[in-house]
């Protein structure tokens, strides 16, 4: 394994030379959405009697003349697809190509620990996938494989009206939806802003803020009498006492209140909807990955793994009951329950040193939670814009690049822009972006390349990490077809991501059908459905 890595991927700048054109280059961008379906799978190449091609007669979303994998290789390793370019291979980016060749291969040289190969990745999976076990077993392990106490997924029969409260980012909602028949009738929506101040102050003042804006709502559509549930979407690692109950077990993104150790989060909001005499009932507490996977399963029966790839990033999959050794309640008829994965922390604990890189450790350095959440911070949207930074920060201390980009001037949304222009064959835009995060340093049509080369090996990264772990969840599920619901704005707006997760899954799993779903507000219907699904269950128990 050691030695398959070494050969493949140490000298990777220069193994890559003649690459290009047998590697994934210059692909379009994501395929439009069918019923908020992204309509990649694998296998057959359809999904819902819709053929999946790249415009070139391809499908599975890989391109320039790679066929899906399965044909070429040998239990996942040394295989050889028809362009006769080995499996550990098909995963690396495209060479930079530039004029100055020396400076190409400068660059390359500094990225080289940002580029991974097959076999790499297959290491990864298999840390993974102890990880796994480890934490279903409730031994030491960096995932937390938290039992969320969602026994099943929707049936078409939800019915009801519920409140959900959406919070995850510095903006949360409040919304009021109705369901008849399984399916959404109703939607009301009101947006809150959440101050600095509250997201890093005491924990009692966040929740009382959040129970104002509760009632504030209410009293807009006229129901503050009314008696409701509420489904509460807390997009944060919890330690979950039933479907209703949690305390948090760590802060990530923005948000570090204090005063939250060994707090029940959704009975802290409870106390706070009584001391304004609201008749709101706290029914549901789950996180956004499960409210995806719920959402995604409302759409197709088919899915059964749940991801966020968008500010942070996460899993969540429907596991067998027996596998699971946390339960806090009866669960003798239940026989697959939803667990939640935390991979943002996949590594906490050292098992992926081998991954990081002088750029990885600035980005976990100059942030709000160091040493926290390491994996998200390869893959999260908060996360890339600051990679892009540190990375041309090196090339520019060693030659390589004009200057050094202010720290926090570029964003996810500026990886995104690069990509995009780099996939039409465009650089005014980056140059322009370039110029005015570097304060006004001219930039040249060279730079700019150099820049979307960085962009391009950081989001393949992504794509790949994101790709190992959804590929080892496909293979302990052993499931004939299994849909993906992800959501998150990496994932809608990055112009690569989908077709590069399609392509990487297929690689890593090539025996496994699966199909990436693009499923919508899984924090807010998801939520809500969630609430009617905890409601059927109960209901059935008297």
């Known amino acids: 394994m050691q030695m398959c890595c070494i050969l493949n991927c140490l000298p990777k700048c220069f193994h890559r030379k003649n690459m290009s054109t047998v590697l994934e280059n210059g692909c379009a961008g994501v395929d439009t959405h069918v019923n908020g379906h992204i309509p990649y799978t ?107 106490y969602v026994p099943e997924l929707p049936d078409g029969t939800e019915e009801g009206v519920f409140l959900a409260l959406d919070l995850g980012g510095t903006n949360f909602r409040v919304l009021f939806l109705e369901l008849r028949g399984g399916q959404l009738v109703r939607e009301d929506v009101k947006h809150y802003h959440i101050s600095d101040e509250l997201r890093v102050g005491p924990g009692v003042d966040l929740f009382n803020f959040l129970a104002d804006c ?41 948000f570090n209140c204090e005063g939250m150790a060994g707090v029940d989060v959704a009975a802290l909001l409870q106390r706070c909807l009584n001391e304004r005499g609201l008749k709101v009932t706290v029914q549901v507490l789950l996180n956004d990955t499960t409210g995806t996977l719920v959402a995604g399963a409302h759409l197709d029966p088919e899915v059964a793994i749940g991801v966020i790839l968008g500010t942070g990033s996460n899993g969540c999959y429907m596991e067998r009951a027996d596998r699971v050794m946390h339960w806090e309640s009866a669960h ?18 050292g098992c992926l040193n081998f991954l990081r890189t002088e750029f990885d450790n600035e980005v976990d350095r100059k942030s709000l939670l160091a040493t926290s ?23 520019a201390r060693d030659g390589v690049f004009p200057a050094v980009p202010t720290w ?13 222009e780099n996939s039409v064959g465009e650089w005014k835009r980056t140059a322009e972006a370039l110029c005015e995060a570097c304060g006004g340093s001219t930039m040249s049509r060279a730079d700019a390349l150099v820049a979307q080369h960085v962009a391009r090996v950081i989001s393949n990264r992504a794509a790949q990490l994101v790709s190992v772990c959804i590929s080892t969840i496909l293979r302990r599920m052993e499931r004939n077809h299994t849909s993906v619901a992800v959501d998150g704005s990496v994932f809608k707006r990055h112009p690569r991501i989908a077709k590069l997760m399609n392509k990487y899954i297929s690689l890593l799993a090539p025996k496994h059908k699966f ?20 409601a059927r269950v109960a209901a059935r128990q008297f």
């Open 332 to 349: 003798e008829r239940v026989h697959d329950v939803c667990v939640d994965i935390e991979w943002g922390a996949f590594g906490d604990n």
């Open 214 to 254: 509760v009632q504030d709502f209410l009293r807009s559509e006229g129901m503050e009498k009314d008696e409701l549930s509420l489904g509460f979407t807390f997009s944060f690692p919890l330690k979950q006492h039933s479907i209703s109950s949690g305390e948090l077990t760590t802060w990530t993104k923005s």
């Open 373 to 395: 959440f390491t994996f998200e911070k390869y893959i999260g949207g908060k996360y890339l814009g600051d990679l892009l930074c540190s990375v041309l920060g090196g090339l």
């Open 42 to 148: 694998n296998g057959n190449g359809t999904m819902n009697g819709i053929h999946n091609t790249n415009g070139n007669g391809i499908s599975n979303g890989i391109s320039n003349g790679i066929s899906n994998v399965s044909n070429g290789t040998i239990n996942g390793t040394h295989g050889v697809n028809g362009s006769g370019t080995s499996w550990e291979k098909q995963f690396l980016p495209p060479s930079l190509q530039l004029e100055d060749k020396a400076r190409a291969l400068k660059v390359e040289s500094k990225l080289s620990g940002l580029v991974l190969c097959g076999a790499t990745l297959r290491q990864v999976g298999e840390v993974f996938a102890r990880e796994i076990e480890n934490g279903l077993r409730e031994k030491p392990s960096s995932l937390q494989m938290e039992n969320t």
């Open 515 to 534: 199909t990436l779903l693009g499923a919508e507000d899984g924090s807010g219907k998801g939520s809500a459905l969630t609430a009617a699904i905890a």
């Open 408 to 420: 926090g001037e570029l964003a996810s949304a500026h990886v995104s822009m690069f990509e995009e």
